[in-house]
């Protein structure tokens, strides 16, 4: 069993940067694959990175080359590095973990969720 909480999320310029955190607490954080997915009003809930218990990672088309999935063991944190931000990024950025052998995209094979954070990019 894990919680989760994400942190970080805030107010920021297109172009600007932001790094959100989500702290894990529970069983060991290091057996999970973790994930960052986001949820904009009105919109489907969208897989944005995963990075699995051995540090393997996968980012959805649309943040690939601009965010970063990062993870450290020893703190029970995953982390994730946003740069380039556009008005699109605006979301709920939730943090996932599942204990699934082999991973996906889809929203039902993770397992555990955090409460979200607000990111909000506007001028």
């Known amino acids: 069993q894990v919680q989760l909480v994400e942190s970080g999320g805030e107010l920021v310029q297109p172009g600007g940067s932001l790094r959100l955190s989500c702290a894990a607490s529970g069983r060991t954080f290091s057996v999970y694959h973790m994930a960052w997915f986001r949820q904009a009003p009105g919109k489907e809930r969208e897989f944005v990175a995963w990075?699995?218990?051995?540090?393997?990672?996968a980012y959805g088309d649309s943040v690939k080359g601009r965010f970063a999935i990062s993870r450290d063991n020893a703190k029970n944190t995953v982390y994730l590095q946003m740069n380039n931000l556009n008005y699109d990024d605006t979301a709920v950025y939730y943090c996932?973990?599942?204990?699934?052998?082999?991973?996906?995209?889809?929203?039902?094979?993770?397992?555990?969720w955090g409460p979200g954070t607000q990111v909000t990019v506007s001028s």
């Open positions: 996932a973990a599942t204990s699934r052998e082999f991973l996906s995209i889809n929203r039902g094979d993770w397992f555990y």
């Open positions: 990075i699995t218990r051995s540090g393997d990672n």
